[in-house]
C-alpha cells in the first residue's frame, strides 16, 4: 500500500467551515414536531430526606404537559457504572442505585427531584418553581478524608464509611516499605489534586422521541459515544429493546470525558417520551452544568520517594483518597484505580511501587474522567515528588530525571518495558524529549537568568515535567480482566461507492478532534484518492454498525486501526477484480497510488474502475460477490504510551504572589502524526486545560456542601492572554502495535502541563529562599503571597 | 437561564423614561451587563423594564463650563475612546481599559455600573477620585450629589427608586494634573480584587479612591492626609500606605482574605502614587 502523500500534512480540517460559519447542528437545534421541553426541579441540599413534593400548583400553570417525581420511578433501575473495581478483600465495589428521580433522599446540591415538561421552556421553567419541596435537611460530608472517619453522615445508608471500594496495585507494601527504610533519601508530599468542573462550550442537551407506530425511540444526545448510551440504556436501565432504539449524538461542542458518560436525563427523556407520547427536550443552563456534569480529579494523596545515594528511585508509596461524589459514574471506579495507580511507573526504572486507593462517596457532584482522567493525577504525583527531590538533595532536576529514565526501546527489536503496576509499555525514548526540551529552553541559559533576577530581587523559576500516558484505550481482554464491563474496540466500515468516492462509518465520534478531516486523510493517502472524495460518518447508531466512542485518546489509533483493516479488506478485493479484468492473477497485482497495476508490466486499470466494476459486474470474476463495502473490528494489542517532557518558566511577582508564565515548552512524542497542525492544536487546548489546573481552576465546595463558585464571575477559566505561545517541539517514536504507528494526542498536554507550572512556582520561591513543599492547586496569587510570608 | 416574565418599554427620552418608572417594580435597562444575568438566575425580577438605550441625549460626552459632562449611557468604550476624555481626564481612559473585555465595554454604561453599584467595579473608584458630581432626575426635577455622597453600601446608592442617573460631571482637572488606576483584578471576573485610583493636583492635593477592598467604593482620607502637599517620594509614599485603610472594613472571600485583601489594597495605592509621582 503506497501512498499518496496526505498522511502527515497540515490539512486545514474540512468541519470547520459548518462550524465556522454558524451552520453546525447540535442537539439543541433539533426541534422535532410536537416538541415538548423539560426543565428541572433540583435539591438546594447537599444531603437532605425528602418529606413532600407537591406538584398540584405547579401541574395547574399554562402549559403543563406532564411533571413526574421520584416516586413515579421507583421501579426503574438507576444508571449503571460501567467499570467493577473490588475491595482488597476481594469483595465487589458498593454500587448504590443512582436513580433518575430521587424519592428518597437527595445526596448532593442538583440532584434531581421532579421533571416538568411543559410546551415551552419558558413554562417548563416557570412551573418547576411552583413545584413546593419539603425537605429535612442532614448533615453532609464532602471531604473524601474525612467521609472515610467513623461517624461521618453516609452518603448511602447501606455504605459503610462511605468507601466504595479499597484497592491496592503493585509490589507487596512490605517490599515497598522495606526499600523505603533503607533509602539515602525521602520525599514526602501530602497534596490535594483539586475538583475541576469540565466546561464543555456546549453544555449538554438530549431530545428524546417516541413513536408509537413503529414502537420506535430516537434519542439525540451531546455524547462522545452514543452507541454505548443506547446499550447502557436499554440492557442496564429502561429495559427496552435496543434494535428499537436510535441514538444520534449529532455535532458536539466538547466533551473532555463528561460527555462520555450515560446520565440521568438521557433515560428519563426516553422514559418520559413514551409516557407523554410526545418528543421532550432538555439543555442544561450552564450552572446546571457547574452541578451536574460530572467533575474530574479530587484526590487527596500522601506519596514517598525514595532514593539512594547515587539519585536513583529506590521506591515509591502512595495513598489516595479518590473523592467519587454521591453516586458511581460510568467511569468513575476505573479512574483513580486503573487509570491512576497504573501509570505510577512514570519514566523511571522505580523498581518498588505500591498503589493503594480509596474510592469514597460524598455529598457533591459525582466525578468521573476528565480530560486525562487519572493520568493527570497520577503524572502530577510523580513529578512533583521528582522536582521536590531534586531541590532537597540538591540535584539538578534534568539530571536527576535522566538518573533514573527508563532507557529507550522500540517495541520492536527491544522488548516492551513491563512495569511494577501491570502495564507493559510499547515504545519508548524518554531522555530523547527532554534532551530535545533542554535545547529549546536553552537550559543553561534560563537557569542563569534565574541567578542574575534572585540576585536582582526577582523570582523565577524553571519547572519540568516528563510525563506517560496509557492511551488507545484499550484491549478488551485486558480491561475486561481489570473489572471493565465492556470491549473496548471499535469498528470501522467503508462503503466504496459505484463512483468511486467512499464514505466511511466509524465507530469513533468527534466533538472536536477533526476526525472527519484526519480520518479522511488516512483513508485518501491509503486508497490513493481525493480527500474530497471521501466521507467521514459517525455519531448516529443506524449508520454506524457499532461504536465504543471517543475518549482515552483512543480514536486514530483504536478507530483509524479499524478503518486501515477494512481498507486492506478492499483494496484485497479490488485485486481480485483488477485482476479478472487485466487477466492475470490477483497475486500479481499491485496496489499503488490508486491504481492496480500487474506487476513489472504497465497494464493497469484505476480505483474508480475497480469499483465501477464491483457494481456492475459484467466482467467478473465468477466466484466473487459484487460490491465493495467492508466492515472490520479492531481490538487492539495494547494500550498506546505517548510520553513527553514539558517546561515551564514563570516569574512569581514579590508583592501580591501573581504567577506569570513566560515560557513553556512542550515536546511531545505522540507517535506517527496524520496531521500536525491538528495534533498541534490539540497539544495547546490540553496544555491550556493543564495549566488552567496549576494556575485557574478549582471546584470550592463550604462544607454545607454548596458549590460556591458555579459561575463564569468566580470559577476561573483559562483565557488565551493569560498564556505566552507555546514553544512546540515534537519526536516520533511510532506505536510498534497499530498500522498506523500512532498513539494519541488528545489528553497528552493535560497530562503533562500542571507540574511543570506548579514546580517551576515552587523552583521560583526557593530561588528567593521560601524552601516550600507544596502550594494547593490552583496557585493563586493570595496562596503564593501566603507561602512566601508563612516560609 | 430563562428570566421570569416582564414588560419591557423603550423609550426615547429622559421624560419618557421618568413617566415608565412611576410604575411600581419597574428597572432601568441601560448596558444591560449587570441586570439581565441577574434577571437571568432569575435573582431580579422586576415585572417591567425601561430601555433608555435609545435615548441619545444620554450618550453625549462634552465640555460645559469648566466640566466635562459625561451622558449616563455612555458606553464604556464611548469614554475610553473619546478625545476630550483623552485630553482632559486620562484616568477615565486608562480605567475604562481595564473593565470586563471588548463585547462588556461596548455595551456596559457609565450611569449602570454606577447604579448597580457593585464594591468591585471600576467607575466608582473614578468618579470619587475626580471630584465627580453625579445628576439624578425624577418626575419632581433635578439634584446633583457628589459622588462621595453617591456610593452608601454593598450596591446601594443615593440613588431613589423614581429617579435615574443623567450625568456624571467632572471639573476639568487643571493642566500638570497627574493621575491613575492601578488594578489588581479577580481572575475569573476580572473585576477589580482591589484597585486604587488617583488624581495628584499641582498644589498637592492627592484624591486617593479605592474600590473592591469594601462593601462600596470609598475615598482615603487618611492616606490622602498623610501625602496632601508633600512631595512623592518613598518617605511619602510609604507613610500614605500606613496612614490607609484606617478602620475600613475590608471584605473577605474566594479570592482573597481580609489580609491578603488590604495588602493588595495597600500594594496599588503604593504603585498609584510612584507612577502620578514618576
Request: overall charge negative; charged content about 20%.
Amino acid at each position: 500500500m503506497s501512498t499518496n502523500g496526505l498522511i502527515g500534512r497540515a490539512i486545514k480540517r474540512v468541519e470547520d467551515k459548518r462550524f465556522l460559519t454558524g451552520h453546525g447542528n447540535y442537539t439543541d437545534d433539533i426541534v422535532l414536531p410536537k416538541q415538548t421541553y423539560a426543565s428541572f426541579v433540583r435539591s438546594q441540599y447537599a444531603h437532605a430526606r425528602l418529606l413532600n413534593v407537591d406538584t398540584s400548583a405547579a401541574k395547574e400553570m399554562p402549559g403543563v404537559v406532564a411533571i413526574y417525581t421520584g416516586t413515579d420511578l421507583v421501579d426503574v433501575n438507576g444508571v449503571p457504572c460501567g467499570w467493577q473495581v473490588n475491595f482488597k478483600n476481594g469483595d465487589t465495589m458498593k454500587e448504590p442505585k443512582h436513580p433518575l428521580l430521587v424519592a428518597d433522599k437527595v445526596r448532593h446540591v442538583g440532584d434531581a427531584i421532579a421533571i416538568v415538561i411543559a410546551e415551552t421552556i419558558e413554562q417548563a421553567t416557570d412551573a418547576a418553581e411552583a413545584v413546593m419541596v419539603e425537605y429535612e435537611e442532614l448533615p453532609c460530608v464532602v471531604d473524601a478524608a474525612k467521609a472515610v472517619q467513623s461517624g461521618a453522615p453516609l452518603v448511602h445508608d447501606d455504605v459503610p464509611n462511605n468507601k466504595s471500594f479499597d484497592w491496592v496495585l503493585g509490589n507487596p507494601i512490605e517490599e515497598v516499605n522495606e526499600a523505603m527504610r533503607k533509602a539515602a533519601h525521602v520525599s514526602t508530599l501530602e497534596f490535594v489534586n483539586q475538583r475541576l468542573v469540565p466546561n464543555a462550550i456546549e453544555p449538554r442537551s438530549y431530545n428524546s422521541s417516541y413513536d408509537p407506530a413503529t414502537e420506535k425511540y430516537t434519542l439525540y444526545t451531546s455524547s462522545q459515544n452514543p452507541h454505548l448510551i443506547r446499550l447502557l440504556m436499554c440492557a442496564f436501565v429502561l429495559g427496552i429493546p435496543e434494535h428499537k432504539v436510535r441514538v444520534v449524538s449529532p455535532d458536539v461542542g466538547g466533551g473532555f470525558g463528561s460527555k462520555i458518560f450515560h446520565y440521568t436525563e438521557e433515560a428519563l427523556l426516553t422514559w418520559c417520551s413514551k409516557k407523554i407520547g410526545r418528543p421532550v427536550k432538555w439543555t442544561s443552563e450552564r450552572s446546571e452544568s457547574f452541578l451536574l456534569d460530572a467533575h474530574g480529579r479530587d484526590h487527596i494523596t500522601k506519596a514517598d520517594m525514595g532514593f539512594d545515594a547515587n539519585g536513583k528511585i529506590v521506591a515509591l508509596r502512595v495513598k489516595t483518597y479518590a473523592n467519587l461524589g454521591a453516586y458511581l459514574s460510568t467511569f468513575s471506579s476505573c479512574v483513580p484505580t486503573y487509570l491512576h495507580g497504573t501509570l505510577m511507573q512514570g519514566l523511571y526504572t522505580t523498581p518498588k511501587i505500591n498503589v493503594d486507593v480509596t474510592g469514597v462517596f460524598t455529598n457533591t457532584t459525582p466525578v468521573d474522567a476528565y480530560r486525562g482522567a487519572g493520568r493527570p493525577e497520577a503524572t502530577y504525583l510523580l513529578e512533583r515528588l521528582i522536582d521536590l527531590a531534586a531541590l532537597e538533595m540538591n540535584i539538578d532536576p534534568a539530571d536527576l530525571r535522566f538518573r533514573n529514565f527508563i532507557p529507550p526501546f522500540d517495541g520492536v527489536n527491544q522488548p516492551g518495558y513491563q512495569t511494577q503496576v501491570a502495564l507493559q509499555y510499547d515504545s519508548g525514548n524518554y531522555e530523547g524529549v527532554l534532551k530535545k526540551g533542554l535545547e529549546m529552553v536553552n537550559y543553561a541559559e534560563v537557569r542563569r537568568e534565574q541567578q542574575e533576577a534572585a540576585h536582582n530581587g526577582k523570582l523565577v523559576g524553571i519547572g519540568f515535567s516528563t510525563y506517560i500516558e496509557a492511551c488507545g484505550i484499550a484491549p478488551s481482554a485486558i480491561v475486561g480482566s481489570l473489572g471493565c464491563r465492556a470491549g473496548l474496540f471499535e469498528s470501522a466500515h467503508v462503503r466504496v461507492q459505484p463512483t468511486g468516492k467512499v464514505s466511511v462509518y466509524t465507530g469513533s465520534h468527534s466533538h472536536g478532534q477533526g476526525h472527519e478531516t484526519t480520518f479522511a486523510q488516512v483513508v485518501a493517502d491509503k486508497l490513493g484518492i481525493n480527500l474530497n472524495d471521501v466521507e467521514i460518518i459517525h455519531g448516529d447508531s443506524e449508520a454506524v454498525a457499532f461504536g465504543m466512542g471517543t475518549y482515552g485518546s483512543r480514536s486514530l489509533s483504536v478507530g483509524g486501526s479499524a478503518i486501515i483493516k477494512s481498507i486492506e479488506k478492499i483494496i484485497e478485493k479490488g485485486k481480485k477484480i483488477a485482476a479478472h479484468k487485466l487477466e492475470a492473477s490477483a497475486d500479481d497485482i499491485e496496489f499503488s497510488s490508486g491504481k492496480f497495476t500487474v506487476k513489472g508490466t504497465d497494464k493497469s486499470i484505476g480505483f474508480g474502475e475497480v469499483a465501477l466494476t464491483a457494481y456492475v459486474p459484467h466482467v467478473y470474476p465468477k466466484d466473487l460477490e459484487p460490491g465493495l463495502d467492508f466492515s472490520s473490528f479492531y481490538d487492539p494489542a495494547n494500550f498506546t504510551y505517548p510520553f513527553g517532557c514539558h517546561i515551564a518558566v514563570v516569574e512569581v511577582d514579590k508583592e501580591t504572589g501573581k504567577v506569570s508564565l513566560k515560557r513553556f515548552i512542550a515536546v511531545d512524542d505522540v507517535g506517527n502524526v496524520i496531521n500536525p497542525m491538528i495534533v498541534e492544536g490539540q497539544i495547546h487546548g490540553g496544555l491550556v486545560q493543564g495549566i488552567g489546573q496549576a494556575l485557574f481552576e478549582g471546584a470550592e465546595y463550604d462544607e454545607n456542601g454548596q458549590l460556591t463558585n458555579a459561575s463564569y464571575m468566580d470559577y476561573c477559566m483559562p483565557r488565551a492572554d493569560d498564556f505566552p505561545m507555546f514553544e512546540m517541539g515534537s519526536q516520533v517514536t511510532p506505536c510498534p502495535h497499530n498500522p498506523l504507528g500512532v498513539k494519541g494526542a488528545g489528553e497528552a498536554g493535560t497530562i503533562g502541563a500542571a507540574p511543570a507550572i506548579v514546580n517551576a512556582v515552587i523552583d521560583a520561591l526557593w530561588s528567593g529562599g521560601h524552601k516550600v513543599k507544596d502550594i494547593r492547586m490552583p496557585l493563586t496569587s493570595e496562596r503564593v503571597w501566603h507561602a512566601m510570608v508563612d516560609a | 437561564m430563562i428570566p421570569a416574565a416582564f414588560e419591557y418599554e423603550k423609550v426615547k427620552t429622559v421624560d419618557e423614561a421618568l413617566a415608565a418608572l412611576s410604575d411600581s417594580d419597574t428597572k432601568i435597562l441601560a448596558g444591560g451587563h449587570s441586570l439581565i444575568p441577574a434577571m437571568k438566575l432569575r435573582l431580579n425580577r422586576p415585572a417591567k423594564l425601561v430601555d433608555i438605550g435609545g435615548i441619545t441625549a444620554l450618550k453625549d460626552i462634552k465640555e460645559q463650563d469648566g466640566e466635562i459632562v459625561i451622558g449616563a449611557a455612555a458606553t464604556h468604550a464611548d469614554i475610553m475612546y473619546h478625545n476630550l476624555i483623552k485630553k482632559h481626564l486620562p484616568l477615565f481612559a486608562e480605567g475604562a481599559a481595564t473593565i470586563g473585555d471588548l463585547q462588556v465595554r461596548n455595551h456596559g454604561t457609565i450611569g449602570g455600573s454606577l447604579a448597580h453599584a457593585d464594591p468591585a467595579a471600576d467607575w466608582p473608584a473614578m468618579v470619587l477620585a475626580a471630584d465627580a458630581v453625579i445628576e439624578l432626575k425624577s418626575s419632581n426635577g433635578r439634584r446633583r450629589i457628589p459622588a462621595t455622597e453617591f456610593f452608601t453600601g454593598l450596591f446601594s446608592t443615593a440613588l431613589q427608586p423614581n429617579e435615574i442617573i443623567t450625568e456624571i460631571r467632572i471639573p476639568v482637572p487643571p493642566d500638570g494634573t497627574k493621575s491613575t488606576y492601578q488594578k489588581f483584578v479577580q481572575p475569573a471576573s476580572r473585576f477589580a480584587l482591589a484597585a486604587c485610583a488617583v488624581m495628584r493636583f499641582t498644589d498637592g492635593r492627592t484624591n486617593i479612591a479605592f474600590t473592591g477592598v469594601a462593601e462600596n467604593a470609598f475615598r482615603d482620607g487618611g492616606a490622602e492626609q498623610a501625602i496632601a502637599g508633600k512631595a512623592l517620594d518613598d518617605a511619602s509614599i510609604k507613610a500614605a500606605v500606613n496612614a490607609a485603610l484606617q478602620g475600613v472594613s475590608v471584605l473577605g472571600d474566594h479570592y482573597a482574605s481580609v489580609p491578603y485583601r488590604m495588602h493588595l489594597a495597600k500594594v496599588y495605592l503604593k504603585k498609584a502614587l510612584h507612577k502620578v509621582g514618576a
